[in-house]
């Protein structure tokens, strides 16, 4: 069964950091692009980051380039989002996913193909 799942959400104060993590298992992870979403309540969900299966690509919303990283490591079958100097308006459930191999590179939501359940990250003092 290919899932993926999140964890490392939690509370932060605002200018804090955290890592989100996405293991990933049923799949190759090296044969996927993998992106970062997020849905805050009444919002619609915004792709915020993605990265190519090789590695070499990436790419970032504006409201999160420069301050969120994206990573992977294909090895351990796991994605990494930090995220630096965190706002309350980044406050959100963050959910990973699988670009489907048939879509185009993007941060559309309807460009992946699995997802996992997300992880609730709340920036408040």
């Known amino acids: 069964q290919e899932r993926v799942v999140e964890s490392g959400g939690g509370l932060v104060q605002p200018g804090g950091s955290l890592r989100l993590s996405c293991a990933t298992s049923?799949?190759?992870?090296?044969?996927?692009?993998m992106g970062w979403f997020r849905q805050a309540p009444g919002k619609e969900r915004e792709g915020i980051s993605c990265?190519?299966?090789?590695?070499?690509?990436?790419l970032y919303a504006d409201s999160v380039k420069g301050r969120f990283t994206i990573s992977r490591d294909n090895a351990k079958n796991t994605v990494y989002l930090q995220m630096n100097s965190l706002k309350p308006e980044d406050t959100a459930i963050y959910y990973c996913?699988?670009?489907?191999?048939?879509?185009?590179?993007?941060?559309?939501?309807?460009?992946?193909?699995?997802w996992g359940q997300g992880t609730q990250v709340t920036v408040s003092s």
């Open positions: 049923g799949f190759s992870l090296d044969e996927y692009g």
């Open positions: 996913a699988r670009m489907a191999p048939w879509s185009s590179w993007s941060l559309f939501p309807s460009s992946y193909d699995t």
């Open positions: 990265i190519s299966s090789n590695d070499k690509d990436r």
